[in-house]
């Protein structure tokens, strides 16, 4: 079976970092995918690891190990429209990806 | 930027009921998916399609769903005989590889 953790919830200040872990424990592993979903709204592609190691993209970055299962989306000088839902997904076999519950980070001013 | 877009946004219907959900995805993109997300729960994979037919489903997608890609730019899902817990946010996703997958909008289905 698959199972996607991550915390339920996460505040944060304005201007500051924000890191959300996701461990996976999956029966295959063909990469690891963070979306950012506002209410309401679709989730929103932000990166996708396949490799062990940090991929930065401006003020996020997204870090993978295979050998642990975790990842984790850094989120860097925070602010207010950032509050939304952090999606960790995997990718487990063939292309379906499977979601986390995801992490709703609230940012404070 | 190119985007998948869906129609319609909104959807309501009767228990019973066939429900035809509609996309497009981003054009050169080979890869295409259905996902829903029942209100405050996750994200589920419904089904993919590659190449004209279906390369993946779920345990969700049962006999009562269908997709098809009647032309070369559409792609769609058919709910039958909807039920009440087949409300939901339903999401088409499409990728022009492994590393992507993009999201529509959604259409938000209400079962009455």
């Known amino acids: ?109 | 930027e190119p985007e998948v877009t869906q129609t319609p946004s909104h959807q309501v219907t009767q228990m019973g009921q066939e429900v035809i959900l509609r996309c497009v995805p981003i054009s050169n993109h080979l890869y295409f998916y259905w996902y829903r997300q029942i209100l405050g729960q996750k994200v589920e994979f419904l089904v993919s399609f590659y190449n004209n037919e279906i390369s993946e489903k779920s345990e969700i997608f049962d006999d009562q769903f269908s997709v098809e890609r009647p032309d070369g730019s559409n792609f769609t899902l058919k709910i039958r005989s909807t039920k009440l817990e087949d409300s939901a946010m339903y999401f088409c996703a499409s990728g022009g590889g492994a590393e992507t997958q993009y999201f529509g909008p959604g259409t938000r289905l209400l079962v009455l």
């Open chain 1, 1 to 109: 079976g698959q199972n996607i953790d991550q915390p339920t919830e996460m505040t944060a200040t304005e201007g500051a970092i924000v890191q959300i872990n996701c461990t996976y424990q999956t029966s295959g592993f063909n990469g690891l995918f963070w979306y950012q979903q506002h209410a309401g709204e679709a989730p929103t592609f932000l990166s996708y690891n396949v490799l062990d190691g940090l991929e930065e993209k401006g003020r996020f970055s997204s870090f993978l190990s295979r050998s642990k299962g975790y990842s984790y989306l850094l989120l860097k000088e925070l602010q207010m429209k950032d509050s939304a839902s952090y999606l960790c997904a995997v990718k487990a076999a063939g292309n379906k990806l499977t979601f986390g519950g995801g992490t709703r980070v609230l940012v404070k001013p």
